[in-house]
């Protein structure tokens, strides 16, 4: 869980983002049933054919290739345990790690330039964070407490702002974050913005992040 953008932890805009090291998928995602007691359950990978990358679920122009979920029934399949989560992925250890949302943990996710916008004004205000996460999509995701979901349009009006006027998604019953190091076909892996540590095991409650990110999607637009 160690691979974070460059300059990213003091809310410089990332460079070249560096290339993913040594874990596994496999150990990865027992890790963070582990150390994180984060649900993970494995969605679907790359396949090599003809010399070209494809998604395993066969759609030629498949929007996440390798990178959502690989049945229906995904979310009664999520675990938290790590001898689960071994053997899952000892079955298909290519399997990106999908970490379902509205369970120990949901998501704000913003496009890529308020975030960081957001993370330099979260600094000086000195407030608390939780992982954040960057995909290849150019989205940002931070991580918050449960319940979030349900107060953001209310917390948002309150600023000032229609929730549908932001380019901000709340994520969670139902829906999931793609997790450090899955990629997304040949866009590239999805990074740390914010890695998990010990100090950020609290997650930050919604009510704390709300305004620089509203701030920062409003001057987004």
């Excluded at 395993?56 to 009664?76: K, L, M, Q, V």
């Excluded at 916008?117 to 992982?131: D, F, K, S």
Aim: aromatic letters at 6%.
């Amino acid at each position: 869980m160690e691979e974070t953008i460059a300059g990213a932890e003091n809310t410089q805009m990332a460079g070249q983002i560096p290339r993913q090291r040594g874990a596994s998928l496999l150990e990865t995602a027992v890790r963070y049933a582990e150390e994180r007691h984060w649900d993970v359950v494995p969605g679907t990978w790359l396949e090599t054919a003809g010399g070209t990358q494809r998604c395993s679920c066969g759609e030629a122009a498949c929007p996440a290739p390798g990178a959502h979920p690989a049945r229906p029934d995904w979310a009664t399949q999520a675990t938290g345990s790590a001898t689960v989560a071994r053997r899952m992925w000892q079955k298909q250890p290519a399997a990106s790690i999908l970490l379902p949302t509205g369970r120990t943990f949901e998501a704000l996710s913003v496009p890529e330039s308020a975030g960081f916008l957001a993370l330099a004004r979260m600094e000086r205000m000195e407030l608390t964070l939780g992982p954040v996460t960057l995909t290849p999509e150019r989205r940002m995701q931070f991580f918050v407490l449960p319940g979030a979901s349900a107060k953001v349009a209310d917390l948002v009006r309150r600023l000032g702002w229609s929730l549908p006027s932001l380019d901000l998604v709340a994520l969670g019953e139902g829906a999931y974050v793609a997790a450090p190091p899955t990629r997304f076909g040949s866009r590239g892996a999805v990074q740390w913005a914010r890695r998990p540590t010990p100090a950020n095991r609290w997650l930050p409650d919604v009510e704390k992040l709300i305004s620089p990110l509203a701030y920062a999607c409003g001057r987004d637009r």
